[in-house]
């Protein structure tokens, strides 16, 4: 009997896949060593069922995506947990991920964890930034039950949601909240470093209203040098946007005359500090180089 499913984890050698009848392990078959091929977690893919017990993972469909490392296949929402603090909260940070996923064109939807331990004036310094981000299209939430109520609705049937986010910002936390039983272990955060440590040590999907949520290590720190260095202003939404307007096509937005985003910015009507970002983001691409706290 052959069926189809979705890969919801790997461990040492099994794949554990999701079918319409209920979850089956299997291994996979010899002629994907042979292609240099590992079916990945999130994978859609055909599998052959033993009535002895011995099941094979067959076939894999072409991916939508994968994104990563370790690699989760077929995304098709973010949900990045940014934290107010243990680790501070950063805007520097929170551009890194959004463009890294612009660039992948998977949405994104923000959730600022931690705003409880946050200071009075720090929650409000960051629900200012946060509203900014509203404004250009994103989805915030720093509320865990509202934000529960809408993934209720918003993760549709086989959609797969994964969660993104610096180490200790509070991922496997928020998965706990939201799935009683995932039980995923929780880390201290290092007072000096300013950060935590992995406590998620593979992919697994859970499912969830439909779909399923992954909790991954593959999302804590962003390499962006792969972005050509003209394309990157493509993946700031509001320079997008805006670029339409520019008189030279291709502008990047720094010197060049009649730039429709120059004119937005000294409006007040593009944040100074996305663009700063834009500009430090240009320079580590040209160098090459990742920012010290992500090393």
């Given at each position: 009997m052959?069926?189809e499913?979705?890969?919801i984890?790997?461990?040492?050698?099994?794949?554990?896949?999701?079918t319409?009848?209920?979850l089956?392990?299997?291994?996979?078959?010899?002629v994907f060593?042979?292609r240099?091929?590992?079916?990945q977690?999130?994978?859609l893919?055909?599998?052959?069922l033993?009535?002895?017990g011995t099941?094979?993972?067959i076939e894999?469909?072409?991916r939508?995506?994968?994104i990563g490392?370790p690699?989760?296949?077929?995304v098709?929402h973010v949900?990045?947990?940014?934290?107010?603090?243990?680790?501070d909260?950063?805007?520097?940070l929170l551009d890194?991920?959004l463009?890294?996923?612009?660039?992948?064109?998977?949405p994104v939807t923000?959730?600022?964890s931690k705003?409880?331990?946050a200071?009075?004036?720090?929650l409000?310094?960051?629900?200012s930034?946060?509203?900014?981000?509203?404004?250009?299209?994103y989805?915030?939430f720093?509320?865990k039950?509202?934000?529960?109520?809408?993934?209720?609705s918003?993760?549709k049937d086989?959609?797969?949601?994964?969660?993104a986010?610096?180490?200790?910002a509070?991922?496997?936390?928020?998965?706990?909240?939201l799935?009683?039983?995932?039980?995923q272990?929780?880390?201290?955060i290092?007072?000096?470093?300013?950060?935590?440590k992995?406590?998620?040590?593979s992919v697994?999907?859970f499912?969830y209203?439909?779909?399923?949520i992954a909790?991954?290590?593959?999302f804590?720190a962003i390499?962006?040098?792969?972005?050509?260095?003209?394309e990157?202003?493509?993946?700031?939404?509001e320079?997008?946007?805006?670029?339409?307007?520019?008189?030279f096509r291709g502008c990047?937005?720094?010197h060049?005359?009649?730039?429709e985003?120059?004119e937005l910015l000294?409006?007040n009507?593009?944040a100074?500090?996305r663009y700063?970002?834009?500009?430090?983001?240009?320079?580590?691409?040209?160098?090459?180089?990742?920012?010290?706290?992500?090393?």
């Amino acid at each position: 009997m052959i069926t189809e499913g979705i890969v919801i984890s790997l461990i040492a050698g099994y794949y554990d896949v999701m079918t319409p009848n209920g979850l089956v392990r299997t291994r996979a078959r010899g002629v994907f060593r042979k292609r240099q091929e590992k079916p990945q977690v999130g994978d859609l893919v055909k599998v052959q069922l033993d009535e002895h017990g011995t099941n094979y993972l067959i076939e894999v469909f072409e991916r939508k995506n994968r994104i990563g490392r370790p690699a989760v296949s077929n995304v098709s929402h973010v949900l990045l947990v940014i934290s107010a603090v243990e680790p501070d909260f950063s805007v520097n940070l929170l551009d890194r991920f959004l463009t890294f996923f612009e660039w992948q064109k998977v949405p994104v939807t923000i959730y600022l964890s931690k705003s409880d331990l946050a200071t009075k004036e720090q929650l409000e310094a960051i629900k200012s930034a946060l509203s900014y981000y509203e404004e250009i299209g994103y989805s915030v939430f720093s509320n865990k039950k509202k934000l529960e109520k809408a993934l209720l609705s918003l993760i549709k049937d086989n959609e797969i949601w994964t969660l993104a986010g610096q180490s200790g910002a509070g991922k496997s936390t928020l998965l706990n909240f939201l799935k009683e039983d995932a039980g995923q272990d929780t880390g201290e955060i290092s007072k000096s470093l300013n950060r935590g440590k992995h406590t998620t040590r593979s992919v697994q999907l859970f499912t969830y209203s439909g779909g399923f949520i992954a909790d991954t290590p593959g999302f804590s720190a962003i390499d962006l040098g792969p972005i050509k260095i003209k394309e990157l202003q493509n993946y700031f939404v509001e320079l997008n946007k805006a670029s339409k307007f520019c008189k030279f096509r291709g502008c990047q937005h720094i010197h060049e005359p009649k730039c429709e985003v120059k004119e937005l910015l000294s409006k007040n009507k593009i944040a100074q500090f996305r663009y700063d970002d834009y500009l430090a983001l240009r320079t580590e691409i040209e160098e090459q180089r990742l920012p010290e706290y992500l090393k």
